[in-house]
């Protein structure tokens, strides 16, 4: 993992999924086919808090550039968008952020 600006990461997933319809042949009496469409990867960083800025200045649905990429697996190309923000403290310890990208394969 690359560190990231606002946030001293402990992990990193990139999970990669679409949407998907069978289309149901009625001359056959079967499902002959399956359409995929609307792939998206969904990115969750967790890590401490580090400052005021990057990863800590997002906004939901707002742009935003990370340094951890990955591409492929369906989704190449196309901006992450913050789509959930989440910051907590407990007594003792860091204040931990978990922040959650979407990249959809379209824009």
């Known amino acids: 993992m690359t560190s990231e600006t606002g946030i001293i990461i402990d992990s990193f997933s990139r ?3 679409s949407s998907k319809f069978d289309f149901y042949d009625g001359s056959k009496g079967y499902i002959s086919g399956t359409v995929y469409h609307d792939f998206k990867a969904v990115v969750t960083i967790k890590g401490a808090a580090n400052g005021s800025t990057g990863i800590m200045a997002a906004s939901i649905g707002v742009a935003i550039t990370i340094t951890n990429t990955q591409t492929g697996n369906g989704v190449s190309s196309g901006t992450q968008y913050t789509d959930r ?10 204040r931990e952020v978990t922040v959650t990208l979407m990249q959809r394969a379209s824009f």
């Open 15 to 17: 999970t990669v999924d």
């Open 85 to 94: 923000f989440e910051i907590g403290h407990q007594a003792g310890q860091l």
